[in-house]
């Protein structure tokens, strides 16, 4: 996909107010999976909630990063038509990725690590050049998500030959839903865990009725009140980058296994649980505005969906009421 | 389980099974002979006793009963050793299925799709609190 003339600008990622604490809370924060991760807990258990949080982004990253070559997930690319068994953690990620991938009727597809791959994003976001060289791209549509052959019991994983696997966000959406379980079995019953932007809490801050987060705009932020669950945002303003003369970015549409054309800038949405918003927000991304809010709006998932000229719109239950523009 | 009276009570005399009970119906066991002047007759009687005797036809309820129960014996077995070499065929694939993991494909493992209801499904009601945030917020969802 070329979405921008050479020497076009590229999109500037949006810029959010100073964050502020919660009385009673403490945050920490740490790199992990990619991204950073930020933790707000009571300030009396915030040593030991690190901890926990730490310990499972840790295991989590060792397990199912596409980028270390030790990890659980690249040996099981590396043997793709055998079957493998695998760890219970790779075994839940993946059912669910499929899940996720049935329930969306392919737009979301866990099965496009190497279109990924050829169209320049083959490392940590962290250390990818924002200028890529050009190369040539073999157009090839995903879908191959259904060849996957699982065994629960065995926990045997049969990738079809030449399929690799790329969960994408969905882990560490994953990932958040087990730290604050994790958080709740360690006796932390108020907690908020953000992973470079998917977030979800649990509890509240001491005396407040909800928790104040910021979500993304095209040329600004609103504050909105969530009280609990989680939410996430998909867009282009951040991992993008330039092969050749062309704009890339990571959100592919799996019909062509290039880069989406949407009309949309971002997808914010809320929902029950990280995995959920996630996966929504990303598909309602790749869907387009129309498409995107007819998605959302079957699932009955609040979502803000901002167009590429600015404006937005949203779908109930999102609390247009109750947005606050940030300056 | 039946109880053989004759391993308990070794008082009890032997009695013919045949003096007892035949074709249903009860047949009285014989009078005692007299110990002088029967003499000749009890060993005769004695010696028609240990006389092999022709098979008595089994009653046809008895037989269709006893075939009934030999059916389902074999049914049963049947059953039983079909589940078992199942199993072990089964077993066997999978065993094999997983040990030439690192050769290539194999067919043997079940093809199972996870289910596609209720991925999206929501809890809890709305998220979102009452009011408008009344301070800064405590932290983001940026774009991923």
Known sequence: MDLAAPGSHQPPAPVFPEYTLPAGMSRGEFRGMGTTISVLLPEDQMEAGMQVVRNLFYEWEQSLSRFLPESELTQLNQRTGESVIVSELLYHVLTTALTAAQATGGWYDPTLHDQLVQLGYDRTFDDLPADQPNSHYTWSPGGEWRGIKVNRSLRLVTLPQGVKLDFGGIAKGMAVDAALKGLHQNGVSSALVNAGGDLAVSGLPPNADHWPVAVPGRDGCWTIPLHHGAIATSGIARRHWRQGNILRHHLLDPRTGMPAESDLWSVTVVATCCEQAEVAAKVAFILGSRQGAEFLRKHQIAGLLVREDGTWETVEPWPVQLMREEL | ?144
Not at chain 2, 22 to 36: K, M
Not at chain 2, 54 to 69: D, Y
Not at chain 2, 117 to 127: E, L, V
């Open chain 2, 1 to 144: 389980m039946e109880r053989n009276p004759y391993e308990y009570d070794r008082a009890v005399s032997w009695i013919p099974q045949q003096n007892r009970l035949s074709e249903d119906r009860y047949i009285p066991a014989r009078p005692t002979p007299q110990p002088a002047a029967l003499q000749y007759q009890e060993w005769q009687q004695r010696v028609q006793d240990q006389k092999p005797r022709p098979l008595e036809r089994m009653p046809k309820a008895r037989a269709l009963e006893l075939a009934q129960t030999y059916k389902k014996r074999i049914v049963f077995a049947s059953l039983v050793v079909f589940s078992l070499l199942s199993g072990l065929v089964a077993y066997h694939q999978v065993g094999s299925t997983a040990n030439l993991g690192q050769s290539g494909p194999s067919q043997s493992a079940p093809a199972t799709q996870p289910s596609n209801g209720g991925f999206f499904d929501q809890q809890g009601g709305n998220n979102f609190g009452s009011s408008s945030p009344w301070q800064p917020p405590a932290s983001g969802s940026g774009v991923s």
